[in-house]
């Protein structure tokens, strides 16, 4: 995939409201595969629904979404399960671990799905992120900001060409979220992906092609 394109798209829920100021919403707009995007929004103008529109969590919006020119609307469950395994990877602002498995099955779960990663690469993205001793932990026994470093890695262990992000170091210093930024940018040079990050105030020090205010 090399482009996502949206066009005139707005949450339905925004439909009668006028004073919507955004450059996103109802605008044509194309992000494009190995180059690196910030969304700067508010809360409440709809961050999270756009990442849910784009990896089709959500349908609720007016105008249109495509990939490479195919309408989102028009793909089907097989076509999206193709989408989210091999060219969208997603690090959801909630994250989406599972509680009741240590980190690094979070991880493996995923990658004995892809096959992607050797469990040797997995294994120093932990210890770069200062979480080496927590890869045989619950997580529902780390903090918040341990666990956004294993769903960053989860997010890592698959074929992507973009990298969506919502609000990815809400819960780190400055220092993890540097090492995050830098993991995070080399995996998607590796793949020559395209990154998408959003933010409603702290954000990766990326060097960003371009940055969008929602």
């Excluded at 493996?108 to 932990?137: V, Y």
């Excluded at 990298?163 to 979220?177: F, G, Q, R, W, Y």
Aim: with cysteine; hydrophobic share 40%.
């Amino acid at each position: 995939m090399n482009n996502i394109c949206l066009d005139n798209t707005l949450p339905k829920v925004f439909l009668q409201r006028t004073d919507i100021k955004s450059d996103i919403w109802r605008k044509q707009v194309t992000l494009e595969r190995g180059k690196t995007y910030l969304i700067e929004a508010a809360s409440g103008t709809g961050k999270s629904s756009l990442c849910s529109f784009i990896i089709g969590y959500r349908k609720d919006f007016d105008g249109s979404i495509r990939f490479d020119g195919k309408y989102s609307r028009g793909l089907r469950t097989a076509d999206w399960v193709t989408l989210r395994q091999s060219h969208i990877s997603m690090l959801f602002q909630e994250l989406r671990l599972f509680p009741e498995l240590t980190a690094m099955e979070n991880v493996e779960i995923k990658n004995c799905l892809t096959h992607f990663k050797p469990r040797k690469e997995i294994e120093g993205w932990f210890e770069a992120l200062g979480i080496a001793d927590k890869m045989q932990s619950p997580v529902r026994l780390m903090s918040f900001g341990q666990q956004q470093r294993v769903a960053m890695i989860r997010a890592l262990v698959q074929p992507f060409d973009f990298l969506l992000a919502d609000e990815p170091i809400s819960h780190l210093d400055e220092v993890n979220s540097r090492v995050m930024a830098d993991i995070m940018m080399e995996e998607a040079r590796r793949q020559g992906a395209g990154i998408i990050i959003t933010s409603i105030g702290k954000h990766m020090d990326l060097p960003y092609d371009k940055t969008f205010c929602l």
